[in-house]
């Protein structure tokens, strides 16, 4: 994007594994100040799990450790699937940018060294469309998943292979939501590169202010504008949350100028900008 675009500030909103494909929230110039709000948010995956057949990495693109023939029915893989869901307790793999003692977990296992690492938990809100293929000796099953963030899904299929007692790895993953953003309505590089070619970039940027829409939104007149750019609260309605709450803050044109956070002043609520995007 940098070199498409030729501009330096940019950021992207939660890392995919190498293997997989889907969507990638990435900011622009300002909008990198909220990248940290994105980070949270939960995300969802079309799922392709091989099993029988264990690697080092959980996918398909890692050194193959085990293979074991698959004796378990369908209602055995698709009990052991479901029984993931809710919330659950998750090994991060060696194969990841996890920090242990100040160094990456994938860093260690490339030096073929394995550390402990504590469960974390994570939540899978929901696993649907399952579907299980059997076709000349393989086995696999498909499914989507909607989950925290933190969660593993490479994790997630080789946990399930180890219930089954088969073994298993992701053999492909999409990534098919990041918090409000869904690969329907994504672009490729490719798509990028054309449009900023042919003058067309604006029409596929969204506002920052999209990708905050579970923010209350809250309109300050001028006056309030520069007392909030100033750093200094400005009064809000009661309404608006409670305190540590984050909203949105549009000028009296309608423009998005802050993430605003509610603070206390005396008795009554007040928003103080906790990251300013407008142009003052």
Request: hydrophobic share 40%.
């Amino acid at each position: 994007m940098r070199g498409i675009l030729g501009i330096r500030k940019i950021g992207h909103a939660g890392t995919l594994d190498p293997d997989a494909t889907g969507v990638l929230p990435v900011c622009i110039g300002k909008a990198t100040k909220i990248i940290e709000f994105l980070m949270d948010k939960d995300k969802s995956y079309h799922v392709v799990m091989r099993l029988g057949i264990e690697t080092d990495t959980q996918d398909a693109s890692g050194k193959v450790l085990a293979c074991r023939e698959v004796t378990c029915s369908d209602d055995e893989i698709a009990a052991a699937v479901l029984s993931f869901s809710g919330d659950i307790m998750q090994v991060p793999p060696m194969y990841s940018a996890v920090r242990v003692n100040g160094k990456k977990l994938y860093e260690i296992a490339r030096k073929g060294m394995e550390v402990e690492r504590k469960p974390r938990p994570v939540t899978i809100s929901s696993i649907d469309n399952l579907r299980i293929m059997r076709e000349d000796g393989s086995v696999r099953a498909s499914f989507d998943v909607s989950c925290s963030k933190g969660t593993y899904i490479r994790t997630l299929c080789s946990d399930i292979g180890e219930r089954l007692g088969c073994g298993a790895h992701m053999e492909s993953l999409v990534r098919t939501r990041s918090g409000p953003f869904r690969i329907e309505d994504s672009v490729t590089l490719e798509e990028v590169e054309r449009r900023f070619r042919d003058g067309t970039l604006d029409r596929i940027i969204l506002g920052a202010d999209v990708a905050l829409t579970a923010f209350p939104a809250f309109n300050l007149d001028a006056a309030g504008v520069r007392r909030l750019a100033n750093g200094q609260a400005v009064p809000c309605p009661e309404s608006l949350g409670r305190e540590g709450d984050m909203v949105r803050v549009y000028d009296e044109d309608g423009n998005f100028i802050s993430v605003g956070m509610i603070t206390c002043q005396g008795e009554r609520s007040a928003v103080k900008s906790r990251k300013w995007l407008g142009g003052l």
